[in-house]
C-alpha cells in the first residue's frame, strides 16, 4: 500500500510539472504519469489464472516481481504489453493505463503499444537469420524507425548490456553462434535499442553468470533514471538490490492474485503481510 | 600472475586432438579387406556355378559377408555382435533401396552416351530428320524450352505458394480450412487435368500454343507442391521469433517477411526444388498447351515450343534406331539438367541458421 501512496505522490509532482503539455485535457492532467494496472483478471480459456491484480509502475522506478512459479508473474506482465493475446483462448479483464490511456481501447494500435512497452524474455530468442549488428537493429528495422546513426545505437546499446567486448570483432556473425548467456544479452540490446519507455522483464537473468548479472543490474538502474522497469525475478537477492518496489504474488491453487505490494525495503524487513515474510526469508515458495 | 599463466601455458605439452569415438584407420583396412576377400570370393562362386549376373553376384557377396562377419565376432560380446549384424542388415537395405535408382541412372547413362556430343546442345532438328547421324541435329531447342517453361512456371509459382504457405502458418485467417483443402486437393489433379484446364482457357483465350500456356499447366502442377512444403517449413519456427518481434512493436507482415521469412530461406529452396521436380518431366499437359517444335522459340507467346519431355516422346513415337538413341539422349540431358538445377540453387539458398 506504501507503493501506491508513493505513486500518488509522483503523480501530483508529474502532474504539475505536465500542466503546461496536456492543459486542454482535463483527463490528461489528472493522469498517473507511468503504467498502471487496473483490476486486471486473465483466463486461458476458461481456466482462471489471475485475480484482480491492481499495480502501479510509476516513470523512472524499477518494480520486482516476485512469487512462486505458476502464480501468473509471466501471465501479468504479457497483459501489461498485449503480448498475452497471441495465446489462442486467452482473455482478460480490467485495464492497463499508460499515461492515463487505455491500452486495450479499441482505437489504439497494438503494434505501437509494443514498441512502447518492451520486454525481455527468459528464453534468449536472437533472431537465426540476422547476425549480432542486424539483431540489435532489428527493432528498428521492424518499426520502421527513423534513425541516422546505426554504429553508435549498436555500440551502446551492446555496452549497457555488457555485450560489447565480448563481441565487437564478430558483428557479422550470426546471433545463434553465441553462448546462451550472450544470446541473452543480445536480446536485451536489442530491446533497448528502440528505446522504449516501459521495459518489462521476465526472469532476464537466469541464464546469466553472476558477472553479466551484475551489468544487467546497472544497465536497469541506468534505464529508471528515464523510464519504468519490471522485473520478474526469482533471485529475492537480485529483488533487493535493483527493485525500487516489490509486488509478492501468490496462488493458492486457484488464479494468481497480489498479496502486498510495497517498497522493497519494507517488502523484505517489514512486510504486512506474514505470507510474505515467509517467502521472502524462503521458508516456502 | 599472468607470468605464471603464460609458464604454465609454455610448460604443458598441448596434444594433438584425437576422435577416440571414431573407428581406427586400421579397423577400417580390416573391415576393406575383408569386403574386398568377400567380393572375390562371391565372384569366383558366381563364375564356377554360373549364377545369375549382377543379381547372383550381390546375393553372393551378401551371403558371405554375412558368413564372414559370424565368424570374425564369434568371440565378442553379444551386443557387440548384434551390433555388427544391425549394421550389415542397414546397409544391405540401403543399398537395395539404391539399386532401382542406380539401375536406371546407369542405363539412361549408358544409352544417352551414344547421341552425347556437343551438337545435341546446340543443334535443332529443323533440317535434321531423327533418322540422320547422331552428329547432326540436335535438342538445343528443347533444352532451352524446357528450361524456360520451368523457369517461367517457378516464377509464378514461387511467391503464390509462399503466400499461400503464410497464409495457412502466419495470417491463419478465416480461409485456413478452405485453403488448405483446395491445396490438398489440387495436389490430387492428373497431370493432364491440368493440360486440359489451360487448353480450355488459355490456348483457347490466345487461339494459340504457346510456351506461356506450358508454363501455367506446370504453374498449376507446381502449386500444390511448392504450397504444402512451404508450409510444412514455416510451421518449424519457433514461436519465440514471432513473440520477439511482435514485443519490439512489429506488425505481422513485417515480422512475416523480416523474421520468418528469412529463417527458412533453404527450407524454401527445397520447396522450389521439389516444385521443380515435380514438373520437369511433365509430358501430357505439354501436348495440350505447349505441343512441340522442330526449332528454336525464343518467344513465349510465339507459339507452339520444344522441350525435352515432348522431345523424348516424339522420337520414341517415330521408332528407329537413331530416333531411339536422341531419345535417351533427351532422357540423360534432362537428368542432367535437374541434377544441374538442384545444385545451384542449393548454392544460392544456403543453409538454414536455425
Ligand atoms: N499458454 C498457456 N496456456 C494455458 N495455460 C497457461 C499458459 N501459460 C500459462 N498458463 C497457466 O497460467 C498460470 C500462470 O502461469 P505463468 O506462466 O504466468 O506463471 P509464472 O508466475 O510466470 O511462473 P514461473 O515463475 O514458473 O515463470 C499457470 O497455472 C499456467 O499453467
Ligand atoms: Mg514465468
Given amino acids: ?285 | 600472475m599472468s607470468a605464471t599463466v603464460t609458464d604454465l601455458q609454455q610448460t604443458i605439452a598441448i596434444p594433438a586432438p584425437t576422435t577416440p569415438w571414431r573407428r581406427t584407420r586400421g579397423e577400417q583396412l580390416g573391415t576393406a579387406i575383408i569386403f574386398l576377400i568377400s567380393a572375390v570370393a562371391a565372384a569366383c562362386i558366381v563364375l564356377v556355378t554360373g549364377l545369375a549376373g549382377v543379381d547372383g553376384f550381390g546375393l553372393t557377396l551378401f551371403v558371405i559377408f554375412v558368413v564372414v562377419t559370424f565368424v570374425r565376432t564369434i568371440r565378442m560380446n553379444a551386443k557387440v555382435r548384434k551390433d555388427e549384424f544391425i549394421k550389415i542388415a542397414i546397409f544391405a537395405a540401403a543399398v537395395l533401396a539404391f539399386l532401382p535408382w542406380m539401375s536406371i541412372f546407369a542405363s539412361v547413362v549408358m544409352k544417352g552416351a551414344r547421341g552425347f556430343k556437343p551438337n545435341f546442345f546446340v543443334g535443332d532438328m529443323r533440317t535434321t530428320i531423327p533418322d540422320d547421324e547422331l552428329n547432326l541435329g540436335g535438342a538445343g531447342h528443347a533444352i532451352i524450352g524446357s528450361m524456360m517453361m520451368v523457369i517461367n512456371a517457378t516464377i509464378i509459382t514461387l511467391p503464390l505458394g509462399i503466400l499461400s504457405g503464410v497464409y495457412l502458418t502466419e495470417v491463419r485467417g478465416r480461409l485456413t480450412f478452405l485453403v488448405r483443402f483446395v491445396v490438398q486437393s489440387m495436389s490430387g489433379v492428373p497431370s493432364i487435368v491440368a493440360g486440359l484446364f489451360i487448353y480450355t482457357t488459355f490456348v483457347d483465350f490466345t487461339n494459340s500454343f504457346s510456351g506461356m500456356a506450358g508454363s501455367l499447366a506446370l504453374a498449376v502442377l507446381m502449386l500444390p507442391t511448392v504450397a504444402r512444403t512451404a508450409e510444412e517449413v514455416l510451421k518449424l519456427v519457433p514461436d519465440d521469433l514471432r513473440s520477439a518481434s511482435y514485443a519490439l512493436g512489429a506488425r505481422q507482415w513485417r515480422t512475416s517477411l523480416m523474421v520468418v521469412l528469412p529463417t527458412v530461406r533453404s527450407g524454401l529452396t527445397t520447396a522450389a526444388i521439389l516444385g521443380v521436380a515435380r514438373v520437369i518431366g511433365e509430358t501430357a499437359p505439354l501436348l495440350l498447351t505447349s505441343l512441340s517444335s522442330n526449332s528454336y522459340v525464343f518467344n513465349p507467346l510465339g507459339g507452339p515450343i520444344g522441350s525435352l519431355p515432348t522431345y523424348v516422346f516424339g522420337l520414341l513415337q517415330i521408332g528407329t534406331e537413331n530416333a531411339i538413341n536422341r531419345a535417351w539422349t533427351g532422357a540423360l540431358v534432362l537428368m542432367l539438367l535437374v541434377l544441374a538445377l538442384f545444385t545451384t540453387t542449393r548454392f544460392i539458398g544456403g543453409k538454414d541458421r536455425r
Fill in chain 1, 1 to 285: 500500500m506504501e507503493m501506491l501512496k508513493q505513486g500518488e505522490i509522483k503523480m501530483t509532482q508529474d502532474s504539475q510539472t505536465n500542466v503546461m503539455v496536456m492543459e486542454d485535457d482535463e483527463v490528461q492532467r489528472s493522469a498517473f504519469r507511468g503504467l498502471e494496472a487496473k483490476n486486471l483478471h486473465a483466463w486461458f480459456g476458461t481456466h482462471h489464472v489471475l485475480s484482480d491484480v491492481s499495480l502501479r509502475f510509476p516513470e523512472r522506478t524499477v518494480t520486482g516481481l516476485i512469487g512462486p512459479s505458476g502464480c501468473g508473474k509471466s501471465t501479468f506482465i504479457r497483459l501489461l504489453n498485449r503480448m498475452h493475446e497471441f495465446i489462442p483462448g486467452a482473455a482478460m479483464a480490467g485495464q492497463v493505463l499508460q499515461n492515463g490511456e487505455d491500452i486495450y481501447a479499441p482505437e489504439v494500435d497494438a503494434a505501437a503499444v509494443r514498441l512502447k512497452i518492451g520486454m525481455v524474455f527468459q528464453k534468449p530468442n536472437p533472431f537465426p537469420a540476422m547476425n549480432i549488428r542486424e539483431n540489435v537493429l532489428s527493432g528498428i528495422k521492424l518499426a520502421h524507425l527513423k534513425v541516422t546513426d546505426h554504429d553508435s545505437i549498436v555500440e551502446n546499446c551492446l555496452t549497457r548490456a555488457g555485450l560489447w567486448k565480448e563481441v565487437k570483432d564478430r558483428l557479422n556473425t550470426t546471433g545463434g553462434s553465441l553462448s546462451g548467456g550472450q544470446q541473452q544479452r543480445l536480446c536485451i540490446a536489442r530491446s533497448l535499442a528502440v528505446e522504449p519507455s516501459v521495459l518489462l522483464m521476465d526472469e532476464p537473468c537466469s541464464a546469466l553468470d553472476p558477472g553479466s548479472t551484475l551489468r544487467i543490474e546497472e544497465t536497469i538502474k541506468e534505464l529508471a533514471e528515464k523510464i519504468a522497469v519490471v522485473i520478474v525475478t526469482h533471485n529475492m537477492q537480485q529483488a533487493a538490490r535493483v527493485s525500487d518496489f516489490c509486488a509478492f504474488f501468490l496462488t493458492d491453487g486457484g488464479p494468481g492474485y497480489l498479496v502486498e505490494a510495497a517498497p522493497t525495503k519494507i517488502l523484505f524487513t517489514n512486510p504486512s503481510d506474514s505470507r510474505t515474510a515467509d517467502y521472502v526469508q524462503g521458508k516456502f515458495g
